[in-house]
């Protein structure tokens, strides 16, 4: 069944986050909020609106928050299933373990859970079941690619697949969305960690598997650090980065873009309180007289005192933040 088109998927959510401590103490970071949804939402609904009918969340730290947000999948469109890792297995462990989950026999779409991306995964479903591919990688090109995968190509042909190195033979990088053929996922050993970044494609490679590249240079986020979480939601907002699920965010009646912002339309924003592009204030939440919001996260039910100046700044759900209190890329009311 190598080139049938894919229906199935698997979602990689089971990292820790630690980069985004202390945001995913207690939440996952598939389930921080990126424009006002949950960031696995994002790529739920890219799934879906590519054909995906049913998708695996593979989950591990704080497994227990995502079936209780997401269910059956029944109010999403999709039928979702779960994988829950005791221990942590590794990208072709987690693959391994969640695609038992699976009904159909097909080609499966694997998605990492920490990526914004714009990129066309239909016509990357489509160069994966027209060459009769074993594995199709999503790619990309960055200024410095040393922190990544990096891939040298024949065509649309890759011809070798190095993980992370200071000298990087090329700028075209793994963007961690997948197209594996069926036999490629049952020979990932069960039970046992395994990076496919660096064993599985590299031995695909040497056995001379057809791995292929749909190189993309739409929008493209690693959303693992702070930064790059207010970057994903300003950019969203902005409209530099595309995501079906905000598109219908927008179409709703809960949030609106105000001034390159995406404010709560219950939230209650004095007249002579500012808040800038790329903030996020959620349902709830008060900003009172004078108050300033800069490129910042603004959680539910929390209230931002009179004069208060916040500049790159997360605050968590119900916290307060004093009246003429000025911080700067903070964290407010997150356990540490």
């Known amino acids: ?93 987690a693959i391994a373990n969640a695609a038992q989950y699976l009904e159909s026999d097909g080609p499966v779409v694997i998605f990492n859970g920490d990526v914004l991306s714009s990129h066309d995964l239909q016509a990357q479903m489509d160069l994966h079941t027209s060459q009769l591919a074993d594995v199709t990688l999503h790619l990309t090109a960055v200024p410095d690619a040393r922190a990544y995968g990096v891939v040298e190509m024949d065509g649309v042909k890759i011809l070798s697949f190095n993980e992370k190195m200071e000298n990087p033979p090329t700028n075209i990088i793994n963007a961690g969305c997948y197209i594996f053929s ?33 190189v993309d240079s739409s929008y493209w986020l690693d959303i693992g650090t702070p930064a790059a979480l207010l970057k994903a939601t300003a950019d969203l907002i902005s409209g530099a980065a595309y995501s079906e699920a905000f598109s219908a965010l927008l179409d709703g009646a809960d949030f609106a873009r105000s001034g390159g912002a995406l404010v709560a339309t219950d939230a209650m924003v004095a007249p002579t309180a500012h808040v800038s592009t790329g903030s996020l204030i959620s349902r709830g939440v008060v900003i009172e007289a004078g108050a300033q919001i800069e490129g910042s996260v603004i959680g539910e039910g929390a209230k931002v005192g009179a004069g208060a100046r916040l500049v790159h700044t997360f605050v968590a759900a119900d916290t307060e933040i004093p009246a003429s209190f000025i911080a700067e890329n903070e964290f407010f009311g997150f356990s540490s």
């Open 1 to 93: 069944m190598k080139n049938s088109v894919p229906t199935s998927a698997i979602l990689l959510v089971g990292g820790l986050g630690t980069r985004l401590h202390p945001l995913t103490l207690q939440t996952p970071k598939p389930m921080l909020p990126v424009a006002g949804i949950p960031f696995t939402e994002h790529q739920i609904a890219k799934a879906r609106a590519a054909g995906i009918e049913e998708i695996v969340l593979a989950t591990s730290y704080l497994a227990e928050v995502f079936e209780p947000h997401f269910g059956d999948g029944a109010e999403f469109g999709i039928k979702i299933s779960y994988a829950v890792e005791e221990r942590a297995l590794g990208t072709g462990g």
């Open 182 to 214: 069926r036999d490629v996922i049952a020979a990932i050993p069960a039970q046992r960690v395994v990076s496919v970044e660096r064993e599985t494609f590299p031995q695909l490679i040497q056995q001379g598997a057809t791995l292929l590249g749909y």
